[in-house]
Nanobody
C-alpha cells in the first residue's frame, strides 16, 4: 500500500522560508515521479513542481521558479519542497503526490496523495 506522509507546514511571516517533506512508502521510490501541489482557500489544486527520482530531472510551474526548489533523498525515500521568499498568497494546503509514469503536471495524472500540510504566510 502506497503511503505519502507530509510534514513541515506552519505559520511564517512574509519573506520567510519553509521546507516541506514527504516520505513515500509502499512502492519503489527509485522509479517514482513525485509532485508538489497546493490548494489555496476556495481555489482548485494547482501544480508547483515535480521530480523524477531517477536522474533528478525537475519541472516547475512559472510562478515558483526562483523561489521554490524540489529535491529528493533516496536514502530516506523523501521528497522536499524548499520555499523561500514566501508571500501571503502562498497560503494554502500543500500536498505531495506520486506516480510511476512520466513526469506530469495535472493533479488528475497522480494516483497517490498525502494528507496535506497547511502553510500560512502572514503579512
Amino acid at each position: 500500500q502506497v503511503q505519502l506522509v507530509e510534514s513541515g507546514g506552519g505559520l511564517v511571516q512574509a519573506g520567510g522560508s519553509l521546507r516541506l517533506s514527504c516520505t513515500v512508502s509502499g512502492r519503489a521510490f527509485a522509479t517514482a515521479t513525485l509532485g508538489w501541489f497546493r490548494q489555496p482557500p476556495g481555489q482548485e489544486r494547482e501544480f508547483l513542481a515535480a521530480i523524477i527520482v531517477s536522474g533528478s530531472r525537475t519541472y516547475y510551474t512559472d510562478f515558483v521558479k526562483g523561489r521554490f526548489t524540489i529535491s529528493r533523498d533516496s536514502a530516506t525515500n523523501t521528497v522536499y519542497l524548499q520555499m523561500n521568499t514566501l508571500k501571503p498568497e502562498d497560503t494554502a494546503i500543500y500536498y505531495c503526490a506520486a506516480r510511476w509514469e512520466a513526469i506530469a503536471s495535472s493533479p488528475n495524472d497522480y494516483g497517490y496523495w498525502g494528507q496535506g500540510t497547511q502553510v500560512t504566510v502572514s503579512s
